[in-house]
């Protein structure tokens, strides 16, 4: 069991740090406030955010296409010239996975075991395999639990024979969970604690990471929180955060690191989104009535 802060066990030290990291939250907050504003509205803005998420998840996991060639392949069909095919299966399989996983969310599916096994099986569509072991064979294409030890580094994950109840535990408190929590917060933990929990279940042969952001959005998207993204450059901060998290039992280690993420992203996300709005606002004005991109931007948060 992760501990959990609370200030009856906190040093002046890390109470300081925990106001830190609330102001943090409350500032992330404000930041999903004023993107899912500016995004209202926004022609084709969600599929390019999409693009980007699927490029970032797939590159952590090996993938060599470069963000323009993974956006190339997702909206023309275009391959990159002298990169594996097996990358841009990586890529297809993630987008394909992650509209799905969207739509499930959309549709406000409880999460399941079953549910969890087809998302993992569009994961790998493409790219998945037979694998054998002494027990027999699993697909990872098919969304297979594995049957066989799995180890990353020096990490060694659950028994396979525990994966079903642990999957099946997971799923039925992450649906009650969803039933309660009420704040930014909350929403922002839940989400945070799925992806941990379920990537270090690592009930699946391969895909286990990019299953368990989708999972991370699928939250997300239930609440109409925007979209979270792991970016490829911080890989290593990622699996750092994660194994600190587990090794301490200290999971906020890993929310820490995903809010730094979050707000990141929606920074990145909010900048883009202004100079969209204030080219197209510029190019529909009288040439004699130009205003600066401060007086725009200012007539656009009083609105």
């Excluded at 945070?192 to 998207?221: C, E, W």
Aim: proline residues 2%; hydrophobic residues 35%.
């Amino acid at each position: 069991m992760l501990r959990q802060h609370s200030f009856s066990n906190c040093s002046i030290i890390e109470e300081n740090l925990f106001y830190l990291c609330r102001m943090k939250i409350q500032e992330i907050n404000k930041l999903a406030d004023i993107y899912l504003k500016l995004s209202k509205g926004m022609i084709d803005h969600d599929k390019y955010t999409y693009y980007a998420i699927t490029h970032h998840s797939t590159a952590i996991e090996g993938s060599t296409l470069t963000e323009k060639q993974s956006v190339n392949l997702l909206e023309y069909g275009k391959p990159a010239a002298l990169k594996p095919m097996q990358d841009h299966f990586m890529v297809l399989d993630y987008f394909k996975a992650l509209k799905y996983t969207l739509q499930l969310a959309n549709e406000k599916k409880p999460l399941s075991s079953s549910l969890i096994q087809s998302i993992a099986a569009q994961v790998k569509t493409n790219t998945g395999e037979a694998v054998n072991t002494a027990l027999g064979t699993y697909h990872t294409d098919k969304g297979d639990f594995r049957t066989g030890t799995d180890r990353a580094g020096n990490r060694t994950f659950p028994d396979y024979k525990k994966v079903p109840a642990l999957v099946k535990q997971l799923c039925e408190q992450a649906n009650e969970e969803i039933k309660k929590v009420k704040t930014f917060e909350e929403k922002c933990n839940l989400a945070f604690k799925v992806h941990f929990d379920f990537v270090s279940i690592h009930p699946f042969g391969d895909g286990n990471g990019r299953t368990s952001r989708l999972l991370m959005n699928y939250i997300q998207a239930r609440f109409n929180l925007p979209l979270s993204i792991v970016f490829k450059q911080d890989r290593i901060k990622y699996v750092e955060a994660l194994e600190s998290a587990r090794n301490k039992e200290d999971i906020s280690i890993f929310y820490r690191f995903m809010y730094d993420q979050y707000r990141k992203f929606l920074k990145s996300e909010i900048e883009q989104l202004e100079d969209a709005k204030i080219g197209i606002i510029m190019s529909k004005m009288d040439k004699s009535k130009k205003a600066s991109r401060e007086e725009i931007m200012s007539k656009l948060k009083k609105k």
